[in-house]
C-alpha cells in the first residue's frame, strides 16, 4: 500500500504555543451493552493548542481511552499526558519513541501535530472525503440487550439502508443470541451482511461450537471470540473454523514490529481490526495493515469510541486508504453531547460535509 502518512521519528509544533487539556466525559443516550459490561459515559482527554501570542486555537486531538480495554490505561495516565504536553510545548517537538507505550497520547498528538499545519484544523487530509464527493462505506453497530431493543436497533438500521450490521455477542446466554441471529437471519436471508463482535465473550472450549453455529447462518465473520493473548487457542479456531476470524483487541499492547509478524503468522487470522487510538495511531496503524497486506490478511478501521474529533480524523485518514470494505465509524451519533461536526451519515455512508460548521461547546462546559 502507499504510505499516506510520513513515518518521521517526532512531531512538531508552533513556537509560542501551548497544548491545553480538556477532560471530556462523554454520555452514551443509552447504555451501551458489550461482553466486558454496560458502557455509560466513556472518558475522552481533548488536546488544544492554542497560540500564545493571539489567544486563538489552532489545533485539536484527542485521547481515546477506553477503561479496562486501552493498552495506556494506567493510574498515572493524566501526569503522564500532562508531563509529554508540557514538554511539547515547550520544545516544539516530541520524538515518538518516547510515545510507543501510550498508543492513545500518541495519536492525539498525530493528530494535533496534523490539525494546525491545516488551513483549517479540522481539514487534515485533502480528499474527494473532504470536499464531500465521497462517502466511506460503514456498518451499522448494534449493541447488547434485551431482544426487542436489539431488533429495535436492527429495524432502524435496515430501514435507513444498512445492508452490513455488526452485533455485538458474548454478554447473554447464548441460546438466547442464537436463537436471535437465526429470526435475524430468517427474516434477512441474502442481502444482509452480518458481522459479529465477542469482545472475547467466549472460552476456547466452547468457541469452536459457537463458530460453527454461526457459520450455518452465512455470518461474514466474528470479531475477537476469545480473550487475547491465546495465540494457540486462537490460532486453532482461525485454522479449524470455516467461519472467517478477526483479531481486535489481540492487537492491544503489540508494539513491536517483530512482535506483530510474530503474532499474525502464528494465528493466520482472516481479518484484523484497527483501532488507531489502541495501536499507536496513524503510524502504528499503517504498519499493521503493511504487515497484514503482506500476509494476504484482510483489515478494516474502527473508532474506539472517540468523540467526532477523533473520528473525523480517523475518517479521513481511512478516505485516503481505499479499503472497500464497511468500515466501523458510525459511531459519532452515540452521546448526547458530542460536539457537532460536519460528519454525517447518509444511507449506509459516512460523509463530510464542507458546509456545515463545528461547534466545540460540549467541551468548555466540562
Not at 458481522?195 to 452465512?218: E, K, M, T
Not at 493473548?229 to 479456531?237: E, I, P, S, V
Not at 483489515?299 to 480517523?314: D, F, K, Q
Request: net charge negative; proline share 5%; hydrophobic share 40%.
Amino acid at each position: 500500500m502507499p504510505t499516506v502518512f510520513p513515518k518521521t521519528s517526532d512531531l512538531v509544533f508552533p513556537e509560542n504555543s501551548e497544548i491545553v487539556i480538556h477532560r471530556y466525559d462523554l454520555q452514551f443516550k443509552r447504555p451501551a451493552g458489550t461482553s466486558r459490561g454496560v458502557l455509560k459515559h466513556k472518558l475522552s482527554w481533548i488536546l488544544e493548542l492554542v497560540d500564545q501570542v493571539s489567544g486563538e486555537s489552532v489545533g485539536y486531538g484527542e485521547c481515546g481511552l477506553l477503561r479496562g480495554l486501552s493498552f495506556d490505561d494506567r493510574e498515572d495516565y493524566f501526569d503522564v499526558l500532562e508531563g509529554i504536553c508540557k514538554e511539547a510545548s515547550a520544545s516544539g517537538r516530541i520524538e515518538r519513541e518516547d510515545l510507543k507505550d501510550w498508543p492513545s497520547i500518541e495519536f492525539a498528538l498525530e493528530i494535533l501535530s496534523e490539525s494546525w499545519q491545516a488551513s483549517n484544523p479540522f481539514d487534515l487530509f485533502p480528499s474527494p472525503f473532504l470536499e464531500g464527493t465521497y462517502g466511506i462505506p460503514i456498518n451499522g453497530l448494534i449493541w447488547m440487550g434485551e431482544e426487542s431493543y436489539m431488533l429495535e436497533q436492527i429495524g432502524n438500521k435496515i430501514e435507513a439502508g444498512f445492508n452490513c450490521i455488526k452485533i455485538k455477542i458474548g454478554a447473554l446466554d447464548w441460546k438466547s443470541e442464537w436463537a436471535l441471529l437465526q429470526s435475524i437471519r430468517k427474516e434477512f436471508p441474502a442481502q444482509l451482511e452480518i458481522r459479529v463482535d465477542a469482545n472475547g465473550g467466549f472460552s476456547p472450549c466452547n468457541a469452536i461450537y459457537v463458530l460453527h453455529q454461526l457459520h450455518q447462518l452465512n455470518i461474514h465473520s466474528i470479531e475477537q471470540p476469545i480473550r487475547q493473548g491465546q495465540w494457540k487457542a486462537m490460532a486453532d479456531l482461525c485454522k479449524n473454523s470455516a467461519l472467517p476470524v478477526a483479531l481486535d483487541e489481540e492487537l492491544i499492547g503489540i508494539v513491536d514490529r517483530e512482535r506483530k509478524v510474530e503474532m499474525l503468522e502464528a494465528i493466520a487470522p482472516e481479518y484484523i481490526i484497527l483501532k488507531p487510538s489502541f495501536i499507536g495511531g496513524y503510524r502504528g496503524t499503517q504498519e499493521w495493515i503493511e504487515l497484514a497486506e503482506e500476509r494476504n490478511i484482510a483489515w478494516w478501521i474502527t473508532s474506539a469510541l472517540e468523540s467526532n474529533i477523533g473520528l473525523n480524523a480517523i475518517a479521513q485518514w481511512t478516505a485516503l486508504l481505499k479499503n472497500d470494505l464497511a468500515q466501523g465509524l458510525g459511531t459519532g451519533a452515540l452521546y448526547t453531547n458530542n460536539v457537532e461536526s460536519n460528519l454525517e451519515i447518509k444511507k449506509t455512508r459516512l460523509f463530510s460535509v464542507p458546509d456545515k460548521s463545528w461547534n466545540l461547546a460540549p467541551i468548555y462546559k466540562q
